[in-house]
Structure formats: C-alpha cells, structure tokens
Nanobody, 127 residues
C-alpha cells in the first residue's frame, strides 16, 4: 500500500523559507500527477502546485507563483516543495497527494482527483 509521508513543516517569519518533502513508501512512478495542497480551518483544500510524472511540467496557483517550486525525484520516490518569501497567508496544513488515474496533462487538477494523500505537515508564518 502506498503511503505518502510529509516532512519539513515548521514556523518561520515572513520572508523566510521552508522546504517540504514527501516520501513514498513504494515506487510512485505510475502516479500521473503529484501535487501539494493546503488547508486552513473552515476552508476547502486548495491546490498549491502540481507536477507531472517526468517532472517536466509544473503548475502553480497564482498566489505562490514565483515563490514556490515543486519538484520530484522519482529515483528517491520523493516530492518536494521549496517555499521562499513566505507570507502569513501561506499558513496552513500542507498535504502531498498523488493522482492515480491517467491524465494527459496535469493542468487544472482538482483536489477531488487526488486519490493518495499524506497526513499533512503544518506551516506557520508569522508577520
């Protein structure tokens, strides 16, 4: 059974950086898209960034473009999210997730399409 385990969350001041990692318990190569999503209390999960199987195409929600970078290392079965210039509004629980159904593109993946989820890691940004 595939398991996704996030790490790297924490508390930082605005303008700081964090790098999230998501390790898979088994080979995740067959996942068509992998992404990072976040959620704050009382709100729906929001897609932050998504990357295709090869790591050649990435997509970001507008609020993090230019600040966050998603990447993956299939040899290590690990997904990353480098977060720079963090803002208080980035405070949330961050989840990594994988799409297991085939998709021709990872553009506009909705949260409902992710079928494998990690347990989440908290990111708190103070002003």
């Amino acid at each position: 059974q595939v398991q996704l385990v996030e790490s790297g969350g924490g508390s930082v001041q605005a303008g700081g950086s964090l790098r999230l990692s998501c390790a898979a318990s088994r080979y995740i190569y067959r996942s068509t898209c992998m992404g990072w999503l976040r959620q704050t209390p009382g709100k729906e999960r929001e897609g932050v960034a998504v990357i295709d199987t090869a790591g050649s195409s990435t997509y970001y929600t507008d609020s993090v473009k230019g600040r966050f970078t998603i990447s993956r290392d299939n040899a290590k079965d690990t997904l990353y999210l480098q977060m720079n210039d963090l803002k208080p509004e980035d405070t949330a629980m961050y989840y990594c997730a994988a799409v297991t159904m085939w998709r021709s593109s990872c553009y506009a993946v909705s949260p409902a399409e992710y079928t494998l989820w990690g347990q989440g890691t908290q990111v708190t940004v103070s002003s």
